[in-house]
C-alpha cells in the first residue's frame, strides 16, 4: 500500500511562489510515474505536470516556464515549485503515484493553494 503525504499549500500573493512536497511510503517510488494536479472549486480535476522515472517530465500550457517538477528518490518525495503564481492557480493540489505495472493510482489528501491578486 502507498501512502502519500503532502505539504507546502498556503496563501500567497500574485508574482509569489510556493513549493509542493509529496512524500510517499511504499516501495514502487522509483519505477513510479508522479504527478500533481489541482481541482477549482466547481471545476473537475486536471494534470498539472508528470515526471517520469528516467526523469522526463510534462506540464500542462498554462503552468509552462513557471512550475516545476522534480523527484528525490532517495527520500521518496516528489516536489512541485510553483513561481510566478496567478490567482488562476487557486486550486487544491494533489499528488498522485502510478504504478506503470499495475495500473494502480494512488492519491495525496490534498493542499489547498490560494492566489490572492
Known amino acids: 500500500q502507498v501512502q502519500l503525504v503532502e505539504s507546502g499549500g498556503g496563501l500567497v500573493q500574485a508574482g509569489g511562489s510556493l513549493r509542493l512536497s509529496c512524500a510517499a511510503s511504499?516501495?514502487?517510488?522509483?519505477?513510479?510515474?508522479m504527478g500533481w494536479y489541482r481541482q477549482a472549486q466547481g471545476k473537475q480535476r486536471d494534470l498539472v505536470a508528470y515526471?517520469?522515472?528516467?526523469?522526463?517530465?510534462n506540464y500542462t500550457d498554462s503552468v509552462k516556464g513557471r512550475f516545476t517538477i522534480s523527484r528525490d528518490i532517495a527520500k521518496n518525495t516528489v516536489y512541485l515549485q510553483m513561481n510566478n503564481l496567478k490567482p488562476e492557480d487557486t486550486a487544491v493540489y494533489y499528488c498522485?503515484?502510478?504504478?506503470?505495472?499495475?495500473?494502480?493510482?494512488?492519491w495525496g489528501q490534498g493542499t489547498q493553494v490560494t492566489v490572492s491578486s
Open positions: 515526471i517520469r522515472s528516467g526523469g522526463r517530465t
Open positions: 511504499g516501495s514502487i517510488f522509483s519505477v513510479a510515474v
Open positions: 498522485n503515484v502510478h504504478n506503470p505495472f499495475s495500473g494502480n493510482d494512488y
